[in-house]
């Protein structure tokens, strides 16, 4: 173990970090800044300034875990700088879960897509509308809402609404 921080060089409640994946793992010594912060998944900016130092280190293990760092702060400009061996690039790709494509289902398990018409399989009372949505109407040309995959957006009676997808049928 080493006796700072490997990314940041604090000395403050050092433990160890595993940063594995593509078949690969080491074991990093991390403070509690640094490893709180990269479990909940919440950057602190500013304490992560110490990966302008981090990308240049020689240890794989640091850039892998600098790199997916980089990525998720978004700081493409420090991604760019930085040189990975391929094996350290697929090792840090791994460790990224960027943009999953999410998949809207009906109510029987069928992928919807963007233009489908679904049909309402349940009386829906909308919200701030006034009315019903009746079962049985179909919507056509639907929307999928982003980051959402439990709800679609179509127009019924004219007005755009959001539909719980567990409510829709494909037809
Ligand atoms: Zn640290």
Redesign the pocket.
């Known amino acids: 173990m080493s006796n700072v921080?490997e990314?940041?060089?604090?000395e403050d409640n050092l433990d160890s970090f595993l940063v594995d994946g593509a078949n690969n793992e080491v074991n990093l010594t991390?403070?509690s800044?640094?490893r709180d912060q990269i479990k909940s998944e919440e950057l602190d900016e500013n304490h992560f300034n110490?990966l302008n130092d981090s990308m240049w280190s020689e240890s794989s293990g640091v850039k892998v875990l600098t790199y997916r760092l980089l990525d998720s702060l978004g700081r493409q400009d420090l991604l760019d700088m930085m040189y990975l061996e391929d094996y350290e690039k697929e090792w840090a790709e791994a460790g990224i879960h960027r943009g999953e494509k999410l998949v809207y289902k009906d109510s029987n398990g069928v992928t919807l897509e963007h233009g489908d018409t679904v049909v309402i399989t349940k009386d829906l009372d909308v919200k701030g509308t006034g009315f019903t949505a009746k079962r049985g109407t179909a919507v056509r040309n639907i929307g999928l809402v982003p980051n959402d995959a439990e709800h679609i957006e179509g127009r019924v009676n004219g007005v755009k609404i959001h539909i719980l997808t567990k409510y829709l049928k494909k037809s």
């Open positions: 921080c990314l940041c060089s604090s991390l403070c800044t640094c110490c």
